[in-house]
């Protein structure tokens, strides 16, 4: 569905998306990332499950949440690619954070 | 001059309940609204449907208060069946977190005063140790000593609650006029006229129900409504799956799953802006209680004026210059908006407030000078 543009720097950062690499130039999104795996939906909604993918790309949204690197409703359109970036599914809500307090 | 049964002043979560309740009650209502430049307590509120603190030294509030929660579950349901909108309350009973020993014992004496004040009311209250506390909600901090538990506690959507109550009146044959600055006031015994910018209006009654507007507004229809801004911000955490099993005095998790944290009372006049220092006060207090909302992320953050009473107290009155005219003002727009639609509303239709608003009156502000 989407390409790189003739014009853009060469593709050195490869990431994961859902488990498989793609390349993006330096300064990508991971949102972009997403796109350019193929993928046009990347998280399902906590209320109704419907599929949900990169949208606005300036943060606004809230559409192209993901978990990148373990860390779960990241706006990947907001975080930059590094190499080895882990980004998957956001699946509904996130988990219950695990409690730290011990007998509580 | 188009003229109406009563003409409602102010569109926010008081004048909406209120409009709503006289439209219930037969009466042809006009409802009108400022518009966006107004302060919009009604488009900030955290959502509490809230009991538990709320009238320590004024039994009659907490009488008033106790009544809204009581009326709320069926204000909720009529809304659902006759405007289609869910308005997400939840009457789980809820509790106050106490942080350190003090707190603890500090608040254990509220909620007794409270009990003793309501006399043959009664006040179910319990003070919850640690331990409890633990087996209530999960995850709790090492600070947190104890709470407060009423049943009577909850919660709500107050932005549904908002949508509901007009799509309610509008179906009722409510006539609302948005983007409608009252630019001028005509008040006289049983007939009051407003010109909006648009047109002119008339009615037998009006109900003065714009929050901070009220100040300004009051003394055109011979009331009194000394009411100022008081701050209160609120932080908004993404969706987490369902773990809070009922709100905390600051804590609460939307049916959608996202967790509101906030009130603070902040003296800062008309400023709505937000304030770091206190953002990050508001979320320190929040992780001592659950340490696990470090890891959060916080996606949204707003700051809201509520409308401050010099007690605290609503006010309800009515004109004695210019009878028909009413005034109601309060910071529990949510708590309050089932007394507002199903017991205010119908004092109003009828034409005179019930002596158990009395105390509500402004009139309690006007102490004489010492000799």
């Avoid at chain 1, 599929?51 to 359109?77: H, K, T, W």
């Avoid at chain 2, 919850?128 to 104890?146: M, Q, S, Y």
């Avoid at chain 2, 802006?273 to 207090?285: D, E, H, L, T, W």
């Amino acid at each position: 569905m989407f390409r790189p543009r003739p014009d853009s720097p060469e593709a050195t950062v490869a990431v994961t998306v859902e488990g498989r690499t793609v390349r993006l130039p330096t300064g990508a999104s991971a949102a972009a990332a997403i796109l350019a795996a193929g993928w046009r939906s990347i998280r399902e909604t906590p209320v109704s499950g419907a599929e949900r993918g990169p949208y606005c790309m300036i943060g606004v949204c809230f559409d192209c949440l993901a978990e990148i690197d373990g860390v779960p409703n990241r706006q990947s359109c907001l975080v930059t690619v590094r190499p080895g970036m882990a980004i998957r599914r956001q699946r509904g809500a996130r988990p219950f954070p695990p409690p730290h307090a011990g007998e509580g | 001059m188009r003229r109406y049964d009563a003409i409602v002043i102010g569109g926010g979560l008081v004048g909406s309940a209120i409009a709503y309740g006289l439209a219930r009650a037969g009466l042809k209502a006009a409802l009108v609204d400022e518009g966006d430049v107004a302060y919009r307590a009604a488009r900030g509120n955290f959502g509490l449907v809230w009991v538990q603190s709320k009238g320590l030294g004024a039994p009659h509030y907490q009488r008033w208060t106790r009544l809204s929660a009581e009326e709320w579950p069926g204000l909720a349901g009529e809304l659902q069946a006759r405007t289609g909108i869910a308005v997400g309350h939840a009457r789980p009973g809820g509790v106050h977190l106490c942080q350190g020993e003090a707190e603890f014992a500090a608040r254990a004496a509220v909620m007794e005063r409270m009990r003793r004040e309501a006399g043959n009311f009664g006040f179910e209250y319990r003070m919850l140790d640690r331990k409890e506390v633990a087996a209530l909600l999960p995850g709790i901090g090492p600070a947190v000593t104890g709470a407060s538990f009423t049943p009577y506690d909850g919660h709500a959507n107050p932005l549904a609650l908002l949508h509901a109550l007009h799509r309610g009146f509008a179906l009722r044959g409510g006539r609302y006029f948005p983007n409608s600055r009252v630019e001028a006031a005509e008040a006289a015994p049983g007939d009051f006229r407003l010109r909006l910018a648009a047109e002119e209006i008339g009615a037998p009654k009006a109900v003065l129900a714009a929050g901070l507007g009220n100040a300004g507004l009051a003394p055109l229809f011979g009331l009194r409504a000394p009411v100022r801004p008081q701050r209160g911000q609120i932080l908004v955490t993404e969706r987490t799956r369902h773990v809070l099993p009922m709100p905390t005095t600051t804590i609460r998790q939307t049916v959608e799953g996202g967790l509101l944290i906030g009130d603070s009372q902040e003296d800062v006049g008309f400023d709505t802006g937000q304030n770091p220092a206190v953002m990050k006060a508001i979320a320190q207090r929040a992780v001592r209680s659950f340490p696990w909302l470090a890891e959060v992320q916080i996606v949204r953050a707003w700051a809201a004026l509520r409308v401050m009473p010099p007690d605290g107290l609503p006010i309800y009155d009515q004109s004695e210059r210019c009878p028909g005219a009413f005034a109601a003002n309060c910071h529990s727009g949510v708590t309050l908006a089932a007394a507002h639609a199903k017991a205010l509303a119908p004092m109003i239709a009828a034409g005179a407030l019930d002596p158990m608003l009395d105390p509500f009156s402004a009139r309690r502000f006007d102490v004489p000078a010492a000799a």
